[in-house]
């Protein structure tokens, strides 16, 4: 089973940066797209960001675009979420997931990482 590992997480200010890493244990990667998904307290899981590992062509939710940035690094098996000038409304638990592109999630879900942004 392919393992999804997410970290990167904290707490921030309003305006700040954060880095979100995704890692694929399970030497799979390269083998499927991947994408990001956030999850706010009461609220259903949302789309973030995608990427096709073929291609790099990348897809994303309109309240994130053009303040988040995802991309891949085949040497380390990992795809990142980079995140600028956060907002409160960020706030939330993120996940990596495989998906049909451009946001289809078909993987179990991860642990996550908590994501927190004061205002």
């Known amino acids: 089973q392919v393992q999804l590992v997410e970290s990167g997480g904290g707490l921030v200010q309003a305006g700040d940066s954060l880095r979100l890493s995704c890692a694929v244990s399970?030497?799979?990667?390269?083998?499927?797209?991947l994408g990001w998904f956030r999850q706010s307290p009461g609220l259903e899981r949302e789309f973030v960001a995608s990427?096709?590992?073929?291609?790099?062509?990348?897809y994303y939710s309109d309240s994130v675009k053009g303040r988040f940035t995802i991309s891949r690094d085949i040497t380390k098996s990992t795809v990142y979420l980079h995140m600028n000038s956060l907002k409160p409304e960020d706030t939330a638990v993120y996940y990596c997931?495989?998906?049909?592109?451009?946001?289809?999630?078909?993987?179990?879900w991860g642990q996550g990482t908590q994501v927190t942004v004061s205002s």
């Open positions: 399970d030497g799979t990667f390269g083998t499927f797209n």
């Open positions: 990427i096709a590992w073929s291609s790099g062509t990348t």
């Open positions: 997931a495989k998906v049909v592109l451009p946001n289809k999630p078909f993987s179990s």
